[in-house]
């Protein structure tokens, strides 16, 4: 039996990366600081909740922005689109427009006259 036996190669020494540990925590410090964003703005959410501004709609359009703007934060640093490419906006924006499309014909039908 004719076995090739090639060299071992030789252990590569290892060398701690000062950059790599550095690029960590700042990512972990901006989650962080996300984080605490999302809470202070849930406690918000929820102080708001006990405010009345006028009318049942006016409390919810006030909910709904609050909660527009913790998915939209939780959308670009956790889902990290913030570094996309312009496609991605591109969808989001036609997604958008088709979600809102699809809120104003449920709007349309629910005041209409003639179906009542």
Known sequence: MNE???PAAP???VVPHDDHDHDVSKHVNKYLL??????VFTLLT????????????ANMAI????????AGLVAAIFMHLSSERKL???V??????FVFALFWLTY???YDPVIR
């Open 92 to 97: 989001l924006i036609f997604t958008f427009f």
């Open 46 to 57: 929820v102080f708001l909740s006990y405010v009345n501004f006028g009318s049942h709609k």
């Open 108 to 110: 349309l039908h629910w």
């Open 34 to 39: 996300v984080g605490a964003v999302l809470l």
């Open 88 to 90: 991605i906006y591109r």
């Open 63 to 70: 909910g709904m922005l609050v909660a527009t703007f913790k």
């Open 11 to 13: 252990e590569a020494e």
């Open 4 to 6: 090739t036996h090639s």
